[in-house]
C-alpha cells in the first residue's frame, strides 16, 4: 500500500474496496442495528482498526455503501442513453422505461431500499442521499430527456411534472408490490412489458398534444 | 376480569386494549428489534405474564399491531363511501382520492409502513398482512366502485386494472416522497389537491371513454 500522501489510503485502494463489498453484503443481509464493524472487518481481511481508519464509523460506511450502490444504478439507468432522433416516441419511451424499471426492481437495490427506508427514524438524512440519487435524479434526467420533446410538439406539459408522472406510472405498482411482497413480486419480462406498454400508454393519453 | 369462559380475556378486555395500545407506541417508536415485552408490560401496567398470556409471542403482537392499523386506516377510507349518483366523475374521484390520500399519508400508518418495509426479510408474512389490507384492499374496493361506471359508459378498460392505475396515480408520488424524505414531505393541502386533481385527469384522459 502506499503510504507516502497525507491520506494512509485512496478510494482505489485494494482494502479500502474490500471494505466497501464486505460492509454492503453484511448491511443488507443483518440490518443496520445487527451490523458490527468486528464482522465487516472479518469479512474484508483488515483490523477493525483500518475499518475505522477508511470510514471513521458505521453511520459514516452505510452513507457510503447507499450513495454508491445507488449512485451505480443511476448511472446504468441514465448513461449512454439513446435520443429518440426520427424514431417512434412511444417504443422510445417504452425502451427507456423497460431498461429503468429492471435495474431499479434488482433484488440488491430493493434490499437496500426496504434497510434505509426501516431506518428513515434513526438516519433521515439517509434516506435524503437514496431519494435524491434515485428517484429524484430519475426525475431530473426524464426531465431534461422531455424538454426538447416538448420543443419539437410531440409533448404538451410541463417537463418536470410529466417526468414525475412518468417516472411513477412506471415504477409505482411493480416496486411497491416488491418493497412489501419481497423479490418474487417482482414481474416476469412478459409482464413488465405489457405494465410498461400500458403505463406509456397512460402518459400519452394525458401528455400527447 | 371476567375468568368464566375458555379463554382467560378478550378483545374488549381493558387490560388488551392497554397492551395494544402500548404495543403500537412501542414498536413505533423503538423498532421491531429493540422493542421488548417488558418494556410493553411496564407501559400498559400488566405483568409481563399477561402480556404472554394475550399474546403469546413478541411476532404475534407485532402481527397484531400492524393488522389493526391497516383495518382501521382502511375502514375510514372505504366505510360510507358516496355513490356518483348523477354527480360530476371527476369531482367524485378527486374527493375520494382526497380522503384517501390524507388517511394513508397520516404520520403514524408512515412510521408503521417503514417499520414494516424494514422488516420484510426478517417477517414476510407481516409486510403481506400490511400489502393486503393497504393497497391491495384499496385497490379491491375501487374495482368494486368502477364496475357500475363502467357499465354505464363513463369509464372504458378492465376494472381492476383500472383500480390498480388509479390508485397508484393517486398515491406513488406523495407516498415515496414520505417514505423516504420523512412526515415534512406529505403534501399539505392546496399542494394535495392540485396533485388529486392532476392524477384525475390523467385517469381521465386514459380511461374516458
New interface residues.
Given amino acids: 500500500m502506499a503510504e507516502a500522501g497525507a491520506r494512509p489510503w485512496a478510494r482505489s485502494d485494494e482494502k479500502h474496496q474490500a471494505i466497501v463489498r464486505a460492509a454492503r453484503e453484511v448491511f443488507l443481509d443483518k440490518?443496520y442495528?445487527?451490523t458490527n464493524m468486528d464482522l465487516i472487518a472479518s469479512r474484508s481481511g483488515v483490523s477493525k482498526q483500518t475499518v475505522y481508519t477508511h470510514f471513521g464509523s458505521k453511520e459514516a460506511l452505510f452513507v457510503e455503501i447507499v450513495g454508491s450502490m445507488t449512485g451505480a444504478a443511476g448511472d446504468r439507468v441514465h448513461h449512454d442513453r439513446p435520443e429518440l432522433g426520427d424514431g417512434d416516441l412511444e417504443a422510445y419511451l417504452r425502451a427507456f422505461a423497460e431498461r429503468q424499471l429492471r435495474i431499479v426492481t434488482e433484488p440488491e437495490l430493493l434490499?437496500l431500499r426496504?434497510?434505509?427506508?426501516?431506518?428513515?427514524?434513526r438516519f433521515?438524512e439517509l434516506?435524503?442521499v437514496?431519494?435524491e440519487r434515485g428517484?429524484q435524479r430519475a426525475i431530473d434526467e426524464l426531465t431534461a430527456m422531455f424538454e426538447p420533446l416538448r420543443e419539437r410538439g410531440l409533448l404538451a406539459g410541463d417537463p418536470a411534472?410529466m417526468a414525475?408522472?412518468f417516472n411513477?406510472?412506471v415504477?409505482?405498482?411493480p416496486?411497491?408490490?416488491a418493497?412489501?411482497?419481497?423479490d418474487a413480486a417482482v414481474p416476469a419480462d412478459d409482464d413488465l412489458r405489457r405494465h410498461v406498454a400500458?403505463a406509456v400508454?397512460?402518459?400519452l393519453?394525458?401528455f400527447a398534444p
Avoid: D
Fill in positions: 440490518g442495528l445487527g434490499r426496504r434497510l434505509v427506508i426501516g431506518e428513515v427514524g433521515p434516506a435524503k437514496l431519494y428517484p411534472a414525475e408522472w411513477w406510472l415504477m409505482a405498482a416496486l411497491n408490490r418493497m412489501m411482497l419481497g400500458e400508454r397512460i402518459f393519453a394525458a
